[in-house]
Nanobody, 117 residues
Framework: QVQLVESGGGLVPPGGSLGLSCAAS????????MRWYRQAPGKQRELVAV????????NYADSVKGRFTISRDNAKNTFYLQMNSLKPEDTAVYYC??????????WGQGTQVTVSS
């Protein structure tokens, strides 16, 4: 069992920056991958970024490459999403997600990110 608590999010003007955090507790030793998803109104949830716990390799959706950075702090059992050069189309509810080495997944509660002037 893993519990995830997200923080961050809010309203930011186009071109601005915002950071999200996701703190994990519970069976964190079995986390294989940490991921950020987002879901805009009327759209399907999409994978934004992923980081593998062992080794730290990352991957990003094409729409955010070069603007978003996923990172993790294993000592704090926390991972992050730094979002720069934000665009209105980045507006969505952002969810953190972890995948265990058993393939079981857990989700955070979601946090709203709104990019608007």
């Amino acid at each position: 069992q893993v519990q995830l608590v997200e923080s961050g999010g809010g309203l930011v003007p186009p071109g601005g920056s915002l950071g999200l955090s996701c703190a994990a507790s519970g069976s964190t030793f079995s986390i294989y991958a940490m991921r950020w998803y987002r879901q805009a109104p009327g759209k399907q949830r999409e994978l934004v970024a992923v980081i593998i716990t062992s080794g730290g390799s990352t991957n990003y959706a094409d729409s955010v490459k070069g603007r978003f950075t996923i990172s993790r702090d294993n000592a704090k059992n926390t991972f992050y999403l730094q979002m720069n050069s934000l665009k209105p189309e980045d507006t969505a509810v952002y969810y953190c997600n972890v995948v265990l080495n058993t393939s079981r997944q857990y989700w955070g509660q979601g946090t709203q990110v709104t990019v608007s002037s």
